[in-house]
């Protein structure tokens, strides 16, 4: 058994990539704000919060599940620009 909240976002990525969901529901928590710090300024944007924490979660669980450590980036970054890009989508979805 692990101890989750010790571990690197890096470490639980790749225990979530095996199929440990308490891992991916730990980066989740973890990442929880920075999904609202990301979401927050759209809603100016014409964007409803609730709905664009709901894109945001799912950008942030694709990056969960997509991030590869060889490509150079931390996991931090990576998330950071698939929270967004995914936010950025669902804003000009919406405004169309």
């Not at 928590?29 to 709901?54: H, K, N, S, T």
């Not at 799912?58 to 980036?73: K, M, N, Q, V």
């Amino acid at each position: 058994m692990f101890d989750y909240a010790v571990l690197s976002d890096s470490e639980l990525q790749k225990l979530s990539a095996a199929g440990d969901r308490i891992a991916e529901e730990t980066l989740v928590e973890r990442y929880m704000r920075q999904v609202l710090c990301c979401a927050r300024p759209l809603v100016l944007a014409g964007g409803d919060i609730e709905d664009l924490i709901q894109e945001g979660m799912f950008g942030l669980i694709s990056a969960i599940r997509r991030y590869d450590p060889e490509l150079g980036a931390s996991f931090h970054t990576f998330a950071e620009h698939c929270i967004r890009m995914r936010l950025i989508s669902a804003v000009r979805s919406a405004s169309r």
